[in-house]
């Protein structure tokens, strides 16, 4: 079935041609020399006042990544990257040390304003409230928006520019820094965590984010502790022929409990940038960790001409009892995706999920999806992946769902749909469905009329049609994860969620 | 990606030199051996880094090439003549291949219905007319397929000609019987008329005594405007042998293709489909069953390619496994731009039986057309307890119960056998399973 013309309304909204970012802040800037060698990275390393230790770490995975080849296995198209053509560090100058917020360069103030990120805690404490969303109290069948903080940390080429609400969350025992300082300040958690759930060695990307990451977030929550805010990060990449290389570290200490969003977006240009960052997630017993991405970098033009590539390496380690990591993503930007958020079931009774919306429109092209690696006992994981391509994009959902031999009791549930708009684009589906414990049950499906026929029948012998009973499982499935998102996405989001799932091909 | 040298690239080489004089087919044919086997040396034997191969590592589990069998002597004739009729079939045609040697002693070859033609491989090529455009040239991108092309010494090439309907159904039988372990390699193909109907069955098995044998056979398949083929595959070669099989089917407007691959036998054993649809409105149905034991190895992996529009195809996989077997079963649809209409359906399931068994699933979509509706399930999991104890609270044991369940479970994927006679064979092919196990 083709797909409802609401759907593709909606699509249009957000084709590639309507990207609202795209804007540059002309700001003076330093950079490191053109060009990746062993210097470069003493150079960030010195930049940053690193440790003896921490320079190391980044030679040692830079040596590595002079052996490895680029991945070429994913369904992605592009010419090959000249990575000596890059900066591997830009960094708005400073005159002086910073000592509040007002003494932020006033562009680069204004250029989180035009982004609607409030970098002021007293804008903060306005709440962030979607344009268009009702004040609470309203009938009108929209839930009433409700006013919260949310501490960012607002990383803008290599280094992170402000941090609100530290000394709030430092109250309450959380530490939320640009990991250039943790590494400063708290060296004992960062060699503890830095590199144990994507060793420098991983894959390609990582080694080389490994060697030049600049900037990124770093989270500790200790034992017990519910982080009593939303935290964030907020990504922009805006000077030229500049690679991001961001790294961020949250680590949930035994009963700990965290959400965290990040959000990214760069200008409107003709060349490629690279954007290559890793995230490690560490939870530890009945901790939980909520990791939301909306990503909205520039997708390219309506030719295919410029946008990001977006190389990412994503992994959450479940390692203690009962833990649980929940990956949700809107993916709407960038000229190429190639991501996949994975969960390490390691702890007995852990428990990973993975949520992903991903729109392609124009030339842009999608590789994503999770890998679940269900390692412990009675471990269990969900994935639900929506994919819509419009344009002349290609989306495609990668998954790989495995248990191992001593896996007894794991489950896994995966359902993905995609859905084409126009006979220009493609959507394809590669799930990799690996059992090795006979206790293991595993259910992979892609057709919409098979999620769960006993609640699709009880709704529908209530008087719901099919097709809203449809609509009302897959809401149930992800509205609570999406309420995450910050008022405006995930109004976007939800509406997103709810096109009809009329022509989904599966 | 750099191809590592291994022995058996050597092993292969010398293989092909010392066959080459007895290799049938001049000039034109021994040009595209050469070329096929250039291409297989190339690649060298697929292994995990190549993503079609990724589950069955050729490098780790076949480890050695082994030399072109000798032609059958009288022994092995005899030893082939006991094995035959072992695995006889009530009311089929016969076609017996003895080492990759076509046998017509053994065979059926009387009273052929008129518009049915079939040879040996060995005249064809040797008349150099396997360059004819009835029967194009392989694809030679996979390395096995290469290697086949270039060493195949013989098989079977039938054509059933327009309006005909076959009587009786036509069997292949491979049989090894060398007792020296030795490379088979076949060649067989089908070409079915305009409107034309036909059955097919393919029965792998080895004579007493044959062991360590390593197989190779290649099934090209034409069905022209709405003809119809239903095939039948038999999988029940030596426990220790190796078996690689493709096959190539090609589907023009209308034509019908009902197949149903079932594997018991064979240590290491891959068999690949490779259906395009080049005709509207054709339709497909692929099933397959893995019943394996055992240190077995068995992997399915079908591509099926809708490059026209109003087609439809249909896959159920089952696989059951026990002890330390592993199953693959990798399903890929592709849905060319402009291929409106298409109806695809996949289901994969696997049963694992013990702890150490594995089955990999990889049912995969790639759609390039927004008007389709295309759909695959994957599931893996262990008997239903809850089902299990219903049996047992009825006063059945434990592996009876098992049974009973296993059986509806590859039944699904049996049913869609049309032929009676063939369904009941391959449903005894289950139940002998069972029993061996219990």
């Known amino acids: ?506 | 990606m750099t191809v590592v040298a291994t022995k058996t690239d050597g092993q292969a080489a010398s293989a092909f030199q010392a066959a080459r004089s007895r290799l049938p087919g001049a000039a034109a044919v021994a040009e595209q051996r050469q070329a096929a086997f250039d291409n297989y040396t190339r690649q060298g034997l697929p292994h995990r880094r190549v993503e079609d191969w990724k589950y069955t590592d050729l490098r780790v589990l076949m480890r050695e090439v082994l030399p072109l069998a000798a032609a059958p002597d009288h022994a092995h004739l005899a030893r082939a003549a006991d094995a035959l009729q072992l695995h006889a079939i009530d009311g089929v045609r016969r076609l017996v291949l003895v080492d990759g040697v076509f046998v017509a002693d053994l065979s059926d070859l009387a009273e052929l219905e008129p518009g049915l033609s079939i040879r040996p491989l060995r005249e064809v090529l040797e008349a150099g007319e396997a360059l004819d455009d009835r029967w194009p040239a392989p694809d030679t991108a996979d390395a096995m397929v290469a290697f086949n092309a270039a060493l195949m010494t013989d098989g079977v090439v039938i054509e059933v000609g327009a309006d005909i309907t076959l009587q009786r159904p036509l069997q292949i039988v491979h049989v090894a019987a060398a007792t020296e372990p030795a490379s088979i390699v076949t060649r067989s193909l089908l070409r079915v008329g305009q409107n034309a109907t036909a059955t097919l069955v393919e029965s792998f098995v080895a004579a007493d005594g044959s062991t360590r044998y390593q197989l190779h056979d290649a099934l090209h398949v034409t069905i022209a405007e709405g003809g119809r083929l239903d095939h039948l595959r038999l999988n029940e070669d030596a426990i220790d042998a190796f078996h690689i099989a493709s096959l190539f089917a090609s589907l023009h407007g209308q034509a019908r293709y009902n197949a149903c691959a079932l594997t018991t036998g064979g240590g290491v054993s891959r068999y690949q489909g490779f259906v395009r649809f080049n005709g509207d409105g054709a339709e497909v149905t692929a099933n397959g069953v893995n019943l394996l034991n055992g240190t077995q190895h068995a992997d399915t992996t079908l591509f099926l390619d809708h490059a026209v529009p109003h087609c439809v195809s249909r896959e159920v996989f089952r696989a059951v496994l026990d002890g330390r077997a592993h199953s693959v079963f990798q399903g890929r649809i592709m849905v060319r731009p402009h291929a409106q209409k298409t109806d695809a359906k996949m289901m994969t399931r696997a049963l694992l039986l013990s702890d150490e068994a594995e089955a990999d699933n990889k049912p995969e979509l790639e759609i390039f057309a927004d008007d389709v509706t295309c759909g695959h399930g994957a599931t893996t999991g262990a008997l239903d307890d809850t089902l299990l104890f219903y049996l047992r609270a009825r006063g059945l044991p434990e592996k009876e119960a098992q049974a009973l369940l296993i059986q509806a479970f590859i039944g699904e994927a049996i049913e869609s056998i049309v032929d009676d006679q063939l369904r009941a064979l391959a449903i005894a092919v289950g139940e002998r399973w069972l029993e061996a196990r219990a």
Request: overall charge negative; some cysteine.
């Open chain 1, 1 to 506: 079935m083709p797909a409802e013309q609401e759907t593709v309304e909606r699509v249009r909204r957000i084709d590639v041609d309507q990207y609202r970012y795209g804007f540059e802040t002309d700001i003076e800037s330093e950079k490191a020399p053109k060009g990746l060698s062993e210097d470069t990275i003493r150079f960030i390393s010195g930049k940053k006042n690193e440790p003896a230790w921490m320079l190391e770490w980044r030679l040692e995975a830079y040596r590595r990544w002079l052996t490895m080849s680029e991945p070429t296995w994913a369904r992605v198209d592009y010419p090959k990257i000249d990575y000596q053509d890059l900066y591997y560090y830009a960094a708005p100058k400073q005159k002086k040390q910073l000592s509040s917020i007002d003494e932020i360069d006033p562009e680069i103030l204004k250029t989180y304003e035009k982004l609607g990120i409030p970098l002021r805690e007293v804008a903060v404490l306005e709440g962030v409230v979607a344009p268009g969303a009702k004040p609470a109290g309203e009938d009108d069948g929209e839930p009433p928006v409700e006013q919260r903080k949310v501490a960012v940390d607002a990383v803008f080429d290599s280094v992170s520019v402000a941090t609100t609400f530290k000394e709030e969350l430092k109250k309450a025992g959380v530490i939320f820094m640009p990991i250039s300082e943790a590494i400063r300040e708290h060296p004992e958690l960062v060699q503890k965590y830095l590199g144990s759930v994507v060793p420098t060695t991983d894959n390609f990307f990582a080694t080389l984010n490994s060697a030049v990451f600049s900037d990124g977030s770093f989270v500790y929550v200790p034992p017990g502790v519910r982080c009593p805010m939303e935290l964030s990060t907020y990504f922009r990449i805006n000077e030229r022929n500049t690679g991001q290389f961001e790294r961020t570290l949250i680590i949930a200490d035994k009963g700990a409990y965290v959400s965290y969003l990040e959000g990214c977006t760069a200008p409107q240009r003709d060349e490629n940038q690279l954007h290559a960052a890793v995230v490690e997630l560490v939870a530890l017993d009945d901790a939980e960790i909520k990791y939301s991405t909306v990503q909205n970098w520039y997708p390219g033009n309506a030719e295919g001409k410029g946008g990001i590539y977006n190389f990412v390496t994503k992994r959450g380690d479940c390692r203690g009892r009962g833990s649980k990591i929940s990956w949700t993503q809107v993916e709407t930007g960038s000229a190429i995706t190639w991501k996949y958020p994975s969960c390490i079931l390691r702890g007995d009774e852990s428990r990973g999920e993975f949520y992903s919306i991903a729109i392609s429109n124009g030339y842009q092209q999608v590789d994503s999806g999770t890998k679940m690696i269900h390692l412990g006992k009675n471990t269990s994981s969900r994935i639900i992946s929506k994919g819509i391509s419009a344009g002349k994009s290609q989306n495609t959902y990668r998954g790989l769902v495995t248990a191992h031999r001593k896996a007894a009791g794991a489950r896994n549930f995966t359902a993905c749909d995609s859905l084409l708009i126009g006979d220009q684009c493609g959507a394809h589906t590669v799930p990799y469905v690996e059992a090795k414990n006979s206790s293991a049950v595993f259910e992979h499906e892609a057709t919409t009329s098979k999620i769960s026929e006993d609640v699709l029948f009880y709704c529908v012998q209530r008087g719901l049609s099919q097709e809203e009973a449809v609509g009302l499982v897959v809401n149930g499935f992800v509205k609570d994860v999406l309420q995450q998102l910050p008022m405006e996405f995930a109004v976007e989001a939800q509406k997103l969620i709810s096109i009809s799932l009329e022509g989904s091909v599966g």
